[in-house]
């Protein structure tokens, strides 16, 4: 479904370049998860948003690469096309939901957008919105139409985002660190919700995430990523079980865990890991 081959991307800012996806190789199946782990800074987000060429073209530049979304080039496409395929092929869920939606619309006005650009042959939109507000799990999602934004709590707000980006039906979903924002109770419910989904409709799926308990039981596979670089790839069993990279066993070292009796939590030795690092 998506091919990214040897992607560098850059941003430069007077006479200073700086590069912050580096050579990236990546493949995504149909109906699979996959995560992109890293720290802020890898180049994880970066890379989400160049799938859909969501970034600014100044500062940003796209110095080599390719991007096959279902076959066709993403990085050749003019600016029609590529208002045609955001939403409709390649859909976002955004770290914070607060400042994705609008604040001067109802949450019916703002799915219904959404059908009406990406899914015209709908006529009983009501109805529609309704339906992808059940799936996500919003109770008495009719009652709700008529709430603005703030109305609703930081789970709800993310439960509209997902509903929203989901109702175009696109082909593949971007969630871009989906549940930071949130507290713990509320990012359990939103990655339940992720699993519900995938189960019930085979979701092909991008998961950003810098936390490696996220994606327990949701990911397929896993590319971490390290200062703009794909250092280890493979399923997620073998990641976590059995990592290659230093720099991958290191932020499994810095996961606390319940009954652990370290004074202090583990922090990552910068000074003994590089991109080509590997174990003797």
Not at 6 to 32: C, H, K, M, W, Y
Not at 86 to 96: N, P
Not at 185 to 204: C, E, N, P, S, W
Request: hydrophobic share 40%; with cysteine.
């Amino acid at each position: 479904m998506l091919e990214i081959e040897n992607l560098t991307i850059s941003f430069v800012q007077g006479a200073e370049e700086t590069v912050a996806v580096d050579g990236l190789s990546l493949s995504v199946r149909p109906g699979e998860t996959l995560a992109i782990v890293g720290e802020s800074g890898s180049g994880k987000s970066v890379t989400a948003l160049s799938l859909a060429r969501l970034l600014p073209e100044p500062p940003a530049r796209i110095r080599q690469g390719k991007i096959l979304l279902d076959g066709q080039s993403v990085l050749e496409m003019s600016s029609q096309q590529l208002s045609r395929m955001r939403g409709k092929k390649i859909g976002y869920v955004f770290q914070e939901p607060a400042t994705s939606l609008s604040p001067v619309f109802t949450i019916y006005e703002q799915i219904a957008e959404t059908l009406r650009r990406h899914r015209p042959e709908i006529r009983a939109v009501k109805a529609e919105v309704i339906r992808w507000l059940d799936q996500v799990g919003i109770r008495d999602p009719e009652r709700r139409l008529r709430d603005y934004p703030f109305q609703l709590s930081g789970g709800m707000q993310q439960r509209v985002m997902i509903a929203m980006a989901l109702s175009a039906q696109p082909k593949l979903l971007v969630a871009d660190e989906p549940t930071t924002a949130l507290d713990v109770t509320i990012q359990k419910q939103i990655l339940d919700l992720f699993r519900t989904l995938k189960a019930r409709l085979g979701m092909t799926t991008i998961l950003i995430t810098h936390n490696f308990g996220v994606i327990q039981d949701l990911a397929d596979r896993v590319a971490v990523m390290f200062r703009g670089k794909l250092v280890e790839l493979g399923s997620y069993e073998q990641v976590v079980k059995q990592p290659e990279h230093p720099y991958t066993r290191a932020l499994l070292d810095c996961v606390p865990r319940l009954g652990s009796k370290l004074d202090r939590l583990k922090t990552i030795d910068y000074a003994q890991i590089t991109v080509d690092s590997r174990p003797a």
